[in-house]
């Protein structure tokens, strides 16, 4: 059996990942069907993490458009 991170797919380290590849990105870690998102230092999140990167990536695409009508 494989560990869960055999799952996720591979992406760029995010402190690199520019504003326009951030939703796609997120959208990818969503793929993986997490049940628990966690912060490097701080709390974790059980529950609709599928949810929550949904709605994170929809926020990063959100903002590209805006900052691109400018």
Partial sequence: M???SSKIPKIRNFAA???S???ADISA???AKPTT???MHGSSFRGDAVGALGALADHYEAQ???AMER
Wanted: hydrophobic share 50%.
């Fill in 17 to 19: 990942i520019e504003n």
């Fill in 29 to 31: 870690l969503a793929e």
């Fill in 21 to 23: 590849d951030k939703a």
């Fill in 64 to 66: 590209l458009r805006k």
């Fill in 2 to 4: 494989g560990c869960a």
């Fill in 37 to 39: 998102l966690a912060l």
